[in-house]
């Protein structure tokens, strides 16, 4: 994987990059993790400009986020309901979680959104919510390029002090995305045992 994303980049330049990150958003198997230390690398080496990298990665990936936001959108989640109803207890979820979910999110969407963006695994599913629940574009632009901005300029950074050892750059965020998967999975399988449905609660 990471000889293809060194070779495109090398080909491509800051469109490579662009679209490297474009293509992880919406197939999360191509890490950005491999992807924005590779760039780095280009940077320190003097075949790219660190800021236009970190710009290309952020605009590549924020193309993603509002394509995931937008289709989520017109789903909509009232679409979604006959769907919860009926599988509510695998997904640990009922309509009137729903209904206070979009409450919270109106909120604290802007935090939830700038903070997901900065967390392995997490970031590339937070368009979901954000626009099931219908959260002002504005306000999904302005946090989602926020946190995208703060998360490449933070991958390229690191390959761009390793150099050719930016490979210790998953030594470092592997563990992290082990773990969020981990609490994922705990607080799904918590959520799966104490779960009630409306029906069980009256």
Avoid: C
């Avoid at 979680?97 to 997901?116: K, M, S």
């Avoid at 761009?160 to 995305?177: I, M, T």
């Amino acid at each position: 994987m990471s000889d293809w994303v060194v070779r495109l980049i090398e080909q491509s330049g800051y469109l490579g990059v662009g679209f490297l990150m474009f293509l992880e958003t919406i197939f999360p198997p191509i890490p950005s993790e491999v992807i924005m230390p590779v760039a780095g690398v280009a940077a320190a080496g003097g075949r790219m400009h660190y800021g236009l990298v970190v710009l290309s990665g952020t605009a590549g990936a924020m193309l993603g986020n509002v394509v995931w936001y937008l289709a989520a959108r017109a789903l909509g989640v009232d679409r979604l309901k006959p769907f919860i109803e009926r599988h509510g207890r695998w997904l640990t979820l009922n309509w009137k979680d729903i209904e206070q979910a979009e409450v919270w999110f109106r909120r604290n969407g802007v935090f939830f959104v700038f903070l997901g963006r900065l967390l392995p695994t997490v970031r590339s599913l937070v368009s979901v919510p954000a626009g099931l629940l219908k959260m002002r574009f504005r306000s999904f632009l302005f946090a989602s390029t926020l946190g995208t901005l703060g998360w490449t300029a933070l991958l390229a950074g690191a390959g761009y002090k390793l150099r050719e050892n930016f490979a210790e750059v998953d030594q470092y965020l592997g563990p992290v995305s082990n773990a969020v998967i981990v609490v994922l999975v705990g607080a799904y399988l918590w959520r799966l045992l104490s779960f009630r449905s409306v029906t069980e609660q009256v």
